[in-house]
């Protein structure tokens, strides 16, 4: 089995900063992509950034400059580190990883997705 959990989110005012944490557990062999996504209100789950295990990293344009993904490969860790934050941000944050779990060869040659449970980020203006 394997869990993600998030922490970090909350209220912060337009201008504020957060950083969100996604924590993986249980039977992992490795993290590929580790990604955050975001779903605001009668909108779709969009994508806001990835990290691969390599350390490249992709942003949505609407965080450019102001978002910074990172990782802890030892702590199977990723963060998301938030500044200048707007109302636009305001939504749940999801976090995802692409994971091969231990066990088996097939096991292992086997990617899976995996979601966090999602934590809030409100931002007011």
């Known amino acids: 089995q394997v869990q993600l959990v998030e922490s970090g989110g909350g209220l912060v005012q337009a201008g504020g900063s957060l950083r969100l944490s996604c924590a993986a557990s249980?039977?992992?062999?490795?993290?590929?992509?580790m990604g955050w996504y975001r779903q605001a209100p009668g909108k779709q789950r969009e994508l806001v950034a990835t990290i691969t295990s390599s350390g490249s990293t992709n942003y949505a344009d609407s965080v450019k400059g102001r978002f910074t993904i990172s990782r802890d490969n030892a702590k199977n860790t990723g963060y998301l580190q938030m500044n200048s934050l707007k109302p636009e941000d305001t939504a749940v944050y999801y976090c995802n990883c692409k994971i091969r779990r231990s066990g088996t060869v097939r096991e292992i040659l086997r990617l899976n997705d995996y979601w966090g449970q999602g934590t809030q980020v409100t931002v007011s203006s």
């Open positions: 249980g039977s992992i062999f490795s993290i590929d992509t």
